[in-house]
C-alpha cells in the first residue's frame, strides 16, 4: 500500500507562514516515500492552496461540519475546501473528541459528507492511557472504528489514522512492539468490516523514530503534528 505522510499543523502558521513554509518544502518534497497531505488552519487554507499548487502536496482541513453551508456560525464547509483544492478532511482527532465534544455519531456524519464530496476522510481514533492500562484498547478502538464509520461507503478511498492519545504531543511514542500490535488489530477490525484502508500512526512521531516505526506491520505512513511544523524534521520522516 501507498505510503502517506500527513501533517497536523492545529492551531499553528498564519498564511504568511504557511507561503514561507511550502516556498521553502517545495524544494526538497520530491524526497517524500509516498503521498503527502498537510492540515493548516482554516484561515490559512487558502495560502496553502495557492503555493501548493501543480506540486505533490496535498492538503485538507483540520476539521468540517456536517452541513456544507447554512446558519452554523463558526464552521468550516468541506465543499469551500474542495473548492480551494482541497482533497482530504481530518475528522475525529482526539483533540476535537476531547475538548470540542464531538461523539462517534457525529464523526461518522462527516465521514460520510466528506466521502459524498469526493473527498478523502482522514479518521483518528486512539485510546487514553486509562483505556490502555485497563487493557480495553481493542474494544476502544473497534467501537471507534464500528460507529466512526456506520455510514461510511466501502467503495470510496478512507485512510485511518490510529492515534494513542498518550503518545500526542507528549514525546511518549508508541513502542515498536505497541504499534505492531495495534495497528494489526485495527487492519483485522477494517478487514472484519469489509473497509481495506492505510493505517497511519501519529503520536509524538519525529525523525529519529519515523524509521523504525514505519518498518511495524500495517503502518502505511504517519500523521505528525510537532514534527511537521519544521521543513527538515518533515522531510527527514517523509523520506524514511
Ligand atoms: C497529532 O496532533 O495528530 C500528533 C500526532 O501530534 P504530535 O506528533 O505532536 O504528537
Given at each position: ?10 492551531l ?23 503521498d503527502l ?19 505533490n ?7 468540517c ?9 463558526g464552521?468550516n ?15 475525529g482527532?482526539?483533540e476535537?473528541r ?9 464523526i ?42 456506520a455510514?461510511?461507503?466501502?467503495a470510496?478511498?478512507i485512510v ?9 504531543g507528549t ?9 505492531a ?5 485495527v ?16 503520536g ?35 523520506s524514511?
Amino acid at each position: 500500500m501507498k505510503k502517506i505522510f500527513a501533517a497536523n499543523w492545529k492551531l499553528f502558521k498564519s498564511p504568511t507562514e504557511t507561503r514561507n513554509f511550502f516556498k521553502s518544502f517545495k524544494e526538497v518534497s520530491a524526497k517524500a516515500t509516498g503521498d503527502l497531505v498537510f492540515f493548516p488552519s482554516a484561515i490559512s487554507l487558502e495560502a496553502a492552496s495557492e503555493t501548493v499548487k501543480g506540486s505533490n502536496i496535498a492538503f485538507g482541513a483540520q476539521n468540517c461540519y456536517v452541513q456544507v453551508q447554512g446558519a452554523f456560525t463558526g464552521e468550516n464547509s468541506a465543499q469551500i475546501v474542495k473548492e480551494l483544492g482541497g482533497q482530504y478532511i481530518l475528522i475525529g482527532h482526539s483533540e476535537r473528541r476531547q475538548l470540542f465534544g464531538e461523539t462517534d455519531a457525529l464523526i461518522a456524519d462527516k465521514v460520510a459528507l466528506t466521502q459524498s464530496l469526493g473527498l478523502i476522510p482522514m479518521l483518528c481514533i486512539g485510546e487514553t492511557l486509562q483505556e490502555r492500562e485497563a487493557t480495553h484498547t481493542f474494544r476502544v478502538l473497534e467501537t471507534q472504528l464500528l460507529l466512526g464509520l456506520a455510514k461510511a461507503d466501502k467503495a470510496k478511498p478512507i485512510v485511518i489514522a490510529y492515534e494513542p492519545v498518550w503518545a500526542i504531543g507528549t514525546g511518549k511514542v508508541a513502542t515498536p512492539e505497541q504499534v505492531a500490535e495495534t495497528h494489526t488489530d485495527v487492519h483485522n477490525i477494517l478487514t472484519k468490516m469489509g473497509f481495506t484502508a492505510p493505517i497511519l500512526y501519529g503520536g509524538s512521531v519525529k525523525p529519529d523514530n519515523a524509521g523504525t516505526l514505519i518498518k511495524q506491520p500495517h503502518v502505511s505512513g504517519f500523521l505528525v503534528g510537532g514534527a511537521s511544523l519544521e521543513v527538515d524534521s518533515f522531510i527527514k520522516i517523509a523520506s524514511v
